[in-house]
């Protein structure tokens, strides 16, 4: 499936997230997660008429979107397949300049959550996917039929922080015992059977936490998060600006930690002590932005 015959990924916080890094004309900034391009637009409108924005997505069928969304900016924009991480690279090879401004949206984006074929959703059937980069090996797949019970229970825990994590990982070794577990419904149905009615009643899916836990560990986003956010301050222009969009407690804990101890070390000023989330209005447009927590700080 093309990103053409997808669903539109609607920008989270949008105008929140362009007034936060202040982008000014001439400035240059980087988008660690292009994804459509949906703030990358909001920014190069606001750095017209010659600043310059690198985009940065692992998922190609993202950066299909965004070369179709952002061409409007021609030359102003620079696409890459790559990951956050070796944004440093990224930009050496491409003698990009000073950075002004950087985003990090950590969300995943619609085209991957409506697209069975990637595996993120158990909505739909889809193979065990989950990789946001096709090119590498290692798949959802993979782990689930490939790690013991302890393992398992440990991952649950650590990056779905998954209450019945021990029940999980056991139902998963018995039932891959019979077959392979190779399908997004196969596993929440195992997920679900395996924990208590009450759980199964409540108003979150009872699959929901296990998933987000695979999806860290195929992808490493957790360590992707930690090892990039000081790097991006560090490349910053002195009063340039980065704001992180996190999407669950694990990630935003990262972020607020990261950020006040950069804070007394004396780096950067936080632009806001408790993060921006999005309005009623915006949760009602887009149900899925409703997680979303915005923190944005500034270099000295």
């Given at each position: 499936?093309?990103s053409?015959?997808?669903?539109e990924?609607l920008?989270?916080?949008l105008?929140?997230?362009v007034d936060?890094?202040d982008?000014?004309?001439?400035?240059?900034?980087?988008d660690?997660?292009v994804?459509?391009g949906?703030?990358a637009?909001?920014?190069?409108?606001r750095t017209a008429?010659?600043g310059r924005?690198l985009g940065?997505?692992?998922?190609e069928?993202?950066?299909?979107?965004?070369?179709?969304?952002l061409?409007r900016?021609g030359?102003r924009?620079m696409?890459?397949r790559?990951n956050?991480?070796d944004?440093?690279?990224?930009?050496?090879?491409?003698?990009f300049?000073p950075i002004?401004?950087a985003?990090?949206d950590?969300?995943?984006s619609?085209?991957?959550?409506?697209?069975?074929a990637?595996?993120?959703?158990?909505r739909?059937?889809?193979?065990?996917?989950?990789?946001?980069?096709?090119?590498q090996?290692l798949t959802a797949a993979?782990i689930?039929?490939?790690?013991?019970?302890?393992?398992?229970?440990?991952?649950?825990?650590?990056?779905?922080?998954?209450?019945y994590?021990p029940?999980?990982?056991?139902?998963?070794?018995?039932?891959?015992?019979?077959?392979r577990?190779?399908?997004t419904?196969?596993?929440?149905?195992?997920?679900t059977e395996?924990v208590p009615?009450?759980y199964?009643?409540?108003?979150v899916?009872p699959?929901?936490r296990v998933?987000?836990?695979?999806?860290?560990?195929?992808?490493d986003?957790l360590g992707n998060?930690t090892?990039?956010?000081?790097?991006?301050?560090g490349s910053l222009e002195?009063?340039?600006?980065?704001?992180?969009?996190?999407f669950?407690?694990?990630e935003?804990?990262?972020?607020?930690?990261?950020f006040?101890?950069?804070?007394?070390?004396g780096e950067?000023?936080l632009?806001?002590r408790?993060?921006i989330?999005?309005?009623?209005t915006?949760?009602r447009?887009?149900p899925?932005a409703r997680?979303?927590?915005?923190?944005a700080v500034r270099?000295?």
């Open positions: 499936m093309s053409a015959d997808l669903p990924h920008p989270v916080l105008n929140e997230t936060a890094l982008p000014g004309p001439g400035e240059n900034v980087v660690c997660t994804g459509g949906g703030h637009a909001a920014i190069l409108e008429p010659d924005l940065l997505d692992l998922d069928a993202a950066l299909e979107a965004a070369r179709r969304n061409e900016f030359s924009v696409l890459v790559g956050y991480r944004f440093e690279g990224v930009l050496l090879s491409l003698s300049g002004h401004a985003l990090l950590l969300g995943f619609s085209m991957e959550i409506d697209d069975p990637r595996g993120f959703s158990f739909a059937d889809g193979p065990l996917d989950m990789r946001y980069d096709r090119r090996e993979a689930v039929n490939g790690t013991d019970a302890a393992g398992l229970a440990s991952l649950f825990r650590r990056y779905g922080e998954e209450r994590a029940r999980i990982a056991a139902a998963i070794v018995k039932a891959r015992r019979k077959r577990i190779v399908g419904l196969d596993l929440a149905e195992v997920v395996a009615a009450s199964r009643r409540g108003r899916h699959a929901t998933f987000q836990a695979l999806r860290i560990a195929v992808n986003e998060l090892e990039t956010l000081p790097k991006l301050v002195p009063g340039g600006r980065l704001a992180v969009i996190s669950h407690s694990l935003d804990r990262i972020v607020k930690r990261r006040r101890e950069m804070e007394r070390q950067l000023v632009l806001n408790r993060p989330v999005p309005g009623v915006e949760v447009h887009n899925r997680s979303a927590k915005l923190r270099k000295k």
